[in-house]
Nanobody
Framework: QVQLVESGGGLVQPGGSLRLSCAASGSVFSINAWGWYRQAPGKQRELVAEFTRGYGTNYADSVKGRFTVSRDDAKNLVYLQMNSLKPEDTAVYSC?????????????????WGQGTLVTVSS
């Protein structure tokens, strides 16, 4: 079984920084794409940033220049560095991954979601 687990959320003041982590565990052969999403209270879930192997990383306009995605492929980890945080960044942040699972061919193609981590930006 493959799981994604996020960590790093919490309370931060406006202008502060947080780094979220998302770790994939289980029988992971490869991860072809990662995504960070967020859902604020009373709003729909929105894409924050996504990385696709061979295509690079895209960011929502609202976070460009403030958020950065990085990866540790050897550890099946993805990070979301969030700087210059604003109150409107308050949301539950979830990671998503397109994974090939299994120890040998044929691999299973899975789309997995983490449970989410709450980020609150407030003074």
């Amino acid at each position: 079984q493959v799981q994604l687990v996020e960590s790093g959320g919490g309370l931060v003041q406006p202008g502060g920084s947080l780094r979220l982590s998302c770790a994939a565990s289980g029988s992971v052969f490869s991860i072809n794409a990662w995504g960070w999403y967020r859902q604020a209270p009373g709003k729909q879930r929105e894409l924050v940033a996504e990385f696709t192997r061979g295509y690079g990383t895209n960011y929502a306009d609202s976070v460009k220049g403030r958020f950065t995605v990085s990866r540790d492929d050897a550890k099946n980890l993805v990070y979301l560095q969030m700087n210059s945080l604003k109150p409107e960044d308050t949301a539950v942040y979830s990671c998503n991954a397109d994974i090939l699972s299994g120890s040998s061919w044929p691999y299973r193609s899975l789309e997995i979601w983490g449970q989410g981590t709450l980020v609150t930006v407030s003074s």
